[in-house]
């Protein structure tokens, strides 16, 4: 009898134990990412100021995925960028674009993003926006796509480096290092 009523009590919890490995998924933990942007060469003259990019996508702190043939976005509920994306490139780009050598009355970049996220099936990480120095009235388009090379999310942030990279390149290019403003 006691043996009976211990088999009846156990059996329910062990059938439980057993198969909640089916019902729930195991523990993943949340992971951010950083730009790492290689400097721009030269670094020479005056150094440059650039303030947050004001972020017209629709990106948040989440990498995000579109796929291109019917609009919809997804995020990776366990990975994200450490800040959102406007600050995140303003940072990887005054990182880039200084070395700390400039002198003399700097420069100011300021600018939006567009587009800020992977698409697929392409697997390509998009970069889109605009960029003006001083207040300009001239701005600046950009819109660059890199391969994700891989489909782990450190992928991604690799490919975003690189497209951030050739817009660190651009903004360097159009004559920004002199003090004529």
């Known amino acids: 009898m006691i043996l009976r009523h211990l088999f009846h009590c156990l059996l329910p919890a062990l059938c439980i134990a057993l198969a909640g490995g089916c019902f729930f998924e195991p523990y993943r933990e949340n992971v951010r990412f950083d730009l790492a942007v290689t400097p721009v060469e030269p670094q020479s003259g005056v150094p440059l100021t650039v303030t947050e990019f004001r972020n017209d996508s629709s990106a948040g702190s989440r990498i995000q995925y579109r796929n291109s043939a019917t609009g919809q976005v997804t995020t990776d509920p366990y990975s994200g960028w450490v800040l959102p994306p406007g600050e995140l490139v303003a940072r990887a780009l005054t990182l ?14 300021t600018g939006s993003l567009e587009i800020f996220e992977v698409l697929l099936p392409e697997r390509t990480f998009r970069l889109a926006g605009k960029f003006s120095c001083d207040n300009g009235a001239t701005l600046h388009r950009f819109d660059y796509s890199e391969p994700v090379n891989g489909s782990t999310p450190a992928a991604v942030a690799a490919a975003a480096s690189r497209a951030v990279g050739r817009l660190a390149e651009s903004i360097a290019s159009n004559n920004l290092r002199s003090s004529k403003k």
């Open 96 to 109: 880039s674009l200084n070395s700390g050598e400039e002198s003399g009355a700097g420069r100011m970049v």
